[in-house]
């Protein structure tokens, strides 16, 4: 009588290969994504590159993502078969993963589970290849004592440059575009505070009032 442990393995085996095939055929639509992406940045102007970013409804962080890997080897020659099988479907992880060299990738996919690992995890592989300096971990409460202090910086600095700016250089409608890509940096910044690595976090509601009556066991459960 057929083990069914046995056989349970083996489909186990090739579903995972099938998606890992998929996986990497997903990783070549990001290569032409990003093709594409190269191509109309060339062909638009600054302001309209924005413009048309914003009707794609893509923001301008994850553009240049695109960019990067637009501008890599992966265009001309792009990654063989079995790197595909192990680059992530991530396209902070593919970003970063696209600027080691045809030689160095696929040592780093073979010494590190990409699709597994952490993307800062991803990030201080491929800078340790690079050369460079892969950020120290730092304990949580510092690094967001470190970014109120930054954003209070970068605030404040902000508002001295509109104070110092003439009054003909913003007028009306310079204010309601600057007001409008500052709402659109934030939103980025929600995105990424609220993004799938902190799945457990969600977004404040202002309107919503704590419930008094509400106890720690209401809430594990």
């Known amino acids: 009588m057929p083990d069914p442990v046995t056989g349970l393995v083996e489909d186990i085996k090739v579903l995972t290969t099938k998606m ?4 990497g ?10 093709r594409l992406y190269v191509e109309l940045r060339q062909s638009v102007k600054k302001r309209q590159w924005e413009r048309t970013l914003t009707e794609l409804g893509v923001s301008l962080r994850v553009a240049s993502r695109y960019l990067v890997i637009g501008e890599s080897w992966w265009l001309q020659d792009p990654p063989g ?16 993963l696209s600027k080691l060299s045809p030689h160095h990738l696929p040592v780093v996919l073979q010494a590190v589970r990409c699709k597994e690992v952490s993307r ?40 001295n440059v509109i104070e110092e700016l003439r009054e003909e250089d913003l007028d009306a409608q310079a204010r309601q575009d600057l007001w409008g890509e500052l709402q659109a940096e934030f939103s980025e910044v929600e995105a990424a505070l609220y993004s799938e690595e902190f ?7 202002p309107d919503e009032e704590e419930d008094p009556t509400e106890t720690d066991e209401d809430e594990d459960e």
């Open 20 to 23: 890992a095939k998929a996986e």
């Open 81 to 96: 078969s079995d790197e595909l099988t192990l680059l992530p479907c991530d396209l902070e992880k593919l970003e970063q």
């Open 120 to 159: 800062g995890a991803v990030i201080s592989a491929v800078q340790r290849v690079l050369g460079g300096k892969p950020p120290a971990p730092a304990d949580d409460d510092v690094t967001v004592k470190s970014l109120k202090k930054k954003l209070s910086g970068y605030v404040r600095r902000f508002v």
């Open 199 to 205: 799945a457990e976090v969600t977004p404040p509601q």
């Open 25 to 34: 055929n997903a990783v070549l639509h990001v290569i032409e994504l990003a």
